[in-house]
Structure formats: C-alpha cells, structure tokens
C-alpha cells in the first residue's frame, strides 16, 4: 500500500516539526510586508499543564486562542487574548475550585536576520523559528504572572474553623465553640444570663423620657 506508507511518513514528519499545530503558528501566509495582518482563531487542546504548583490550566483542557498576527519590519506581532480554565486549590478551605483565565498577549517575534535579533538576547525577544511562531513559552511566562500564588475559591472564602478544622462555609455563620479561656468565661455567662430583648440603655433612655 504505497499511498498508505506515503501518508504515514508524511504526518511523522509533520508532527515532529509541528507547523501550524497546538500552539505552534506558520507565519508564511502573512507574508513580510510590514502592515499585513492575519486574524488567527484556534482552539488547542494542552498537552501539558501549564500553571503555579495550587493552579494551573490541566493537560488536555481546551485553551482559545484569538488572536492578530502583524508583520512589522523586524518581525511578527502578535496580539491578542488567549483564554481557558483553571484547576485549582484554595489555600483557605483547600476545596479544588475552576475558574477562567484570560491573558492578553503582546509579543514580538523577530526575523532570524532582522536588527532586532542581532541586538537582543533570545531570552529578551522571541524568534521567528522556521517561519514559525511557538506560543508555548510565551503563554507559560503570562500565566505564571497573571495566576496568583495563594488562590482562592473566592474572594471572601470564609476558609476553615480555627478551632476544629470544619469549612465554615458548610458549617453555617453561627458555627462557634464555647470559650474556654477563663479570662473570657465571666463575659460568656453574663451573655447567657441576659435575655436579647432589651439592653440596659434602653431602660435608662425611658426613665428619662
Ligand atoms: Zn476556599
Ligand atoms: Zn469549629
């Protein structure tokens, strides 16, 4: 099966230099005549999580990638959003919560020959590599800027009971425990002792009247 063979040699060799696959872009239809754009609209599927240690955007989650690839004289600009969801775990309550992530991207690509690239560190601006665009890293550096170090479920998570460990937003507002410090014990019997209905200014404010 000559055809057969043809194809399956064929892919090998596409998915070993990824062009125009996951977050790999070929560049070669938008040309280098600076001022031509390209919409470019793509969902990928991660291969690899790609996050902080508590959260992350999990391997084979669907990341949307919308974005305009502009050449300019030294390279390839890119811009736009990419946007997916986070897996993570509350360093309060430590329940696993989703939450969606979108980052805005803003990044130069140089040309292997251009000014640009002579000047600068391939670690300062990115390259152009086979006329190709790899957003990988460039995803992975917002990402770790743009996700906090201690995330959240939500922002006013009431977290954990300090005394017996329970969530306290299953736990209801009105979870407590008895104070067993002695310094507090006088105050907790004198709450007990007088009923809601009343406090003693009320009392005084009608004498007055
Ligand atoms: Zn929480
Ligand atoms: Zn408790």
């Known amino acids: ?3 057969g063979s ?4 064929r892919s090998n060799a596409a998915s070993r ?3 125009d696959a996951f977050f790999v872009l070929d560049t070669r239809s938008l040309g ?12 990928v599927t991660t291969k690899d999580r790609i996050g902080l240690d508590l959260i992350a955007i999990p391997a084979g989650s669907e990341v949307e990638l919308d974005l305009m690839l502009q050449a300019v004289s030294e390279g390839v600009l890119v811009t736009g959003t990419v946007s997916g969801e986070t897996a993570g775990e509350c360093t309060r309550c430590l329940e696993p919560f989703t939450a969606e992530i979108e980052l805005n991207l803003t990044e130069l690509f140089a040309y292997p020959d251009s000014a640009t690239e002579q000047t600068t560190e391939d670690d300062e601006v990115h390259r152009l590599v086979d006329d190709t665009i790899d957003l990988e890293p460039v995803i992975i550096d917002a990402i770790g800027l743009e996700l906090p170090l201690q ?3 939500s922002p006013d998570c009431p977290g954990l009971c300090s005394e017996c460990g329970v969530r306290m937003a299953i736990a209801g507002s009105d979870h407590g425990h008895e104070i067993l410090d002695p310094r507090w014990a006088g105050l907790a019997k004198f709450a007990t002792e007088s009923p809601g209905s009343g406090s003693p200014d009320s009392g005084a404010a009608d004498k007055d009247d």
């Open 17 to 19: 230099r990824m062009p």
């Open 151 to 153: 995330p959240l479920c």
């Open 1 to 3: 099966m000559p055809a």
């Open 6 to 9: 043809g194809s399956a040699s």
């Open 32 to 43: 280098r005549r600076p001022g031509t754009m390209r919409e470019l609209r793509r969902t």
